[in-house]
Structure formats: C-alpha cells, structure tokens
T-cell receptor, first 114, second 113 residues
Framework: AQSVTQPDIHITVSEGASLELRCNYS??????LFWYVQSPGQGLQLLLK??????LVQGIKGFEAEFKRSQSSFNLRKPSVHWSDAAEYFC????????????FGGGTRVLVKP | DAGVTQSPTHLIKTRGQHVTLRCSPISGHKSVSWYQQVLGQGPQFIFQYYEKEERGRGNFPDRFSARQFPNYSSELNVNALLLGDSALYLCASSLFSIQETQYFGPGTRLLVL
C-alpha cells in the first residue's frame, strides 16, 4: 500500500528566506509524485509532478522538488519565500495501477513572517 | 474555461440524514474523483469515476456512494450521516491517466450536528 509522510506539521519562515518541505513515501514500484498547495478556503492547486526522467522538477510559483529514490523522498524547495506562499502544502503519491487515486500526506502548514 | 465547480459550498445536516454533493468537471474531462478532507488532515480518496463507471474506491463504508452522468458530472451520496462525516469534500476532474493533472474544485464543507 502507498503511504506518504510529511514530518513537519508547521514551518515558520521569514519572507525572503529559503523554504524546504519534506516528503517521504512508501511504494513498491516507481511512484508518481505530486506537490499540491491549498490556500484557506480554496481547493488544491498542483505545484509540480514527477513521473520519470530528470529527478529535479520545476514547478509553478518558483517551486522545485527533487526525487531521491534511495531516500524515498520528494522534498519541495523554494529559494526565496513571498508572503503569498503562506498556505498548506500536501505531498501525494499515485500509481499507474491505481487509476487516478492519490494518497496524500498530512500536510505542512507554512507561515511567513514579515 | 470554467474550472471544476461544486455545489453546495456549505451544508449543515444532522446525524442520520442523507446528503448529496454535486460536481461538474472541466469541459472535456471524463474522469471525476472524490476526496474527503477532515480538518487538519490530508485528503483521502473516496471514489473515481470514468465514463460513468466506477474505476476506484477508497476505504470508505457502503454509506458512501457516487455516480457519474452522461455529461460527466457526478454526485456523491452519503447516507446515515455520522458526526465523523464532517469534512471538506473535494472533487477532482482530469483525463483518465494518472499522468494527467487533476484539477480540484473548491469543495463542499459539510457539518454534521
């Protein structure tokens, strides 16, 4: 069975500082990996996804993520955080054999200090 | 193009009642998936429908059911509501493959009293 762990429930970062959100997954085969962002009162928006190929993936809003098979990780990074990045971030894993089912982690809430 | 729409936006029910939630996918998308997001947790997969057939089911009791209509819109039905069914219910639309981006609607917030 697939599972996703986001070890950090909350992260506080100063505006302009760098941000890294951790994600560890458990899945037997090569997973499909996703990062979504959810702002208050809104649905989920896809930031980036990884299926194969280059392990460093670029997404929207200046985010990137790196797939590390040896560590079963898919950490999300942004070099310089803006106040508008305050939101909840979810890592998710999918699999070809599971249709469109996504298994989400518990999320990391990001607070941005001025 | 309009995004994924869901109705109603908010709903209050009492225990034992029935509820129907609706979702209209993005034009051209034939797959609709439903997720339950309890406060403070990540979304949990409930169902996927494609071409009006159930293609996936999560670990939810039989009180939860869904269907997809010829225009690809979908309904999620929950019978005999429990307090624990209080959550944000999200609908996602996409083309069939997992490699295609799933677009989420704003959700329906259900409160069961």
């Amino acid at each position: 069975a697939q599972s996703v762990t986001q070890p950090d429930i909350h992260i506080t970062v100063s505006e302009g500082a760098s941000l890294e959100l951790r994600c560890n997954y458990s899945y037997g085969a090569t997973p499909y990996l996703f990062w979504y962002v959810q702002s208050p009162g809104q649905g989920l928006q896809l930031l980036l996804k990884y299926f194969s190929g280059d392990t460093l993936v670029q997404g929207i809003k200046g985010f990137e993520a790196e797939f590390k098979r040896s560590q079963s990780s898919f950490n999300l990074r942004k070099p310089s955080v803006h106040w508008s990045d305050a939101a909840e971030y979810f890592c998710a894993v999918g699999a070809q054999a599971a249709g469109n089912k996504l298994t989400f982690g518990g999320g990391t809430r990001v607070l941005v200090k001025p | 193009d309009a995004g994924v729409t869901q109705s109603p936006t908010h709903l209050i029910k009492t225990r034992g009642q029935h509820v129907t939630l609706r979702c209209s996918p993005i034009s051209g998308h034939k797959s609709v998936s439903w997720y339950q997001q309890v406060l403070g947790q990540g979304p949990q997969f409930i169902f996927q429908y494609y071409e009006k057939e159930e293609r996936g089911r999560g670990n939810f009791p039989d009180r939860f059911s869904a269907r997809q209509f010829p225009n690809y819109s979908s309904e999620l039905n929950v019978n005999a509501l429990l307090l624990g069914d209080s959550a944000l219910y999200l609908c996602a639309s996409s083309l069939f493959s997992i490699q295609e981006t799933q677009y989420f609607g704003p959700g329906t917030r259900l409160l069961v009293l």
